[in-house]
């Protein structure tokens, strides 16, 4: 396992930012890390990368305890967070090549990540002068100097235009080829994009941990329909594989099913078995955002 996490409690005064939480991450996977703000994601990246201390539980990454060998943790591991931390007056290879020194990798090395985070083209102007999306790079490429085996990302594509997403997702996705990566992000199509896996968390507790395969072999089928009469809820009932039944208004109704399979056949033929007239029939099938909404309100 690159990340094994048991029981991790970290509490600020009387606030419990995280609740006796446990996960793992396998080597070689991409894990979306989501949550409302404040749900305790950028705690547990940190508590991760040994910028701070759990008061509970165990953190291991690549077989090394956070709190016992914090050193073996920070030269397996690559973290850009949130607030990218630049100086913004140094030229691009010349701020690389500082964080560099501190690693003590090779010129040759150096090349490689300019070249890998797409930056060849800026590297002699400062680092002011870089759009929002460039400045990303920046900072992956500092992540990335000492070849980690993790690299976690808190919030890698806030503020980026749609072209940046674009290319910092494809990014990530390449990186995620060779190493294993842990990232946070509010977009949900960043997760669908490039995930393997995602963990969900709220008010300091994982509340789903799933591949994104098996979420949508689980997903329910959400259906609005309405009929050109009143229909009463017990008679609906009849329809098979309905778990739930709302009425919006009149003869309008969202029905959901406990299978993805498309169920509006189904429907077709309760309305014509009862004498009704389907006027309209729409799928809402769940998404990763609708899921993500009904989980953590």
């Known amino acids: 396992m690159s990340i094994i996490v048991e029981n991790i409690t970290k509490t600020y005064g009387t606030q419990r930012a995280l609740d006796a939480i ?21 705690t547990m990246m940190k508590i991760i990368t040994t910028y701070i201390s759990q008061n509970e539980g165990l953190v291991e990454v690549n077989g090394y305890d956070v709190r016992t060998k914090p050193m073996s943790v920070k030269q397996s591991v690559g973290y850009l967070p949130e607030h990218n931390p630049l100086y913004l007056e140094m030229y691009v290879k010349e701020y690389i090549q500082f964080n560099a020194s501190v690693h ?6 150096i090349e490689e990540v ?8 800026e590297i002699h102007k400062k680092i002011k002068q870089l759009s929002k999306g ?4 920046v900072g992956l490429a500092v992540a990335l100097l000492h070849d980690p085996e ?21 990014l990530i996705r390449e990186i ?23 963990i969900i968390i709220n008010k300091g507790k994982i509340v789903i941990d799933k591949k994104l395969n098996e979420l949508k072999n689980d997903a329910e089928q959400i259906i609005e329909v309405e009929f050109d009469l009143r229909v009463e809820e017990q008679l609906l009932q009849e329809i098979p594989k309905l778990s739930k039944i709302i009425n919006l208004y009149g003869n309008t109704w969202q029905l959901t099913f406990s299978t993805s399979n498309d169920m509006r056949p189904s429907i077709f033929d309760f309305a014509h078995d009862n004498g009704l007239k389907l006027l309209q029939s729409q799928v809402k099938n769940q998404n990763l955002e609708s899921l993500f909404r009904s989980l953590t309100n």
């Open 22 to 42: 446990s996960f793992t991450i396998e080597s070689g996977q991409i894990v979306g890390f989501l949550g409302p703000n404040g749900a305790g994601k950028s």
């Open 104 to 109: 003590k990798v090779s010129k040759r090395r």
């Open 114 to 121: 300019i070249e890998q985070v797409g930056l060849t083209p």
């Open 134 to 137: 460039y400045r990303q790079r």
């Open 150 to 170: 993790v690299l976690i990302l808190d919030e890698p594509t806030t503020g980026l235009d749609p072209n940046q997403l674009i290319e910092i997702r494809g």
């Open 176 to 198: 995620g080829k060779t190493k294993t990566v842990l990232f946070s992000t509010h977009i949900m199509q960043e997760v669908e994009a490039v995930c393997d896996r995602v």
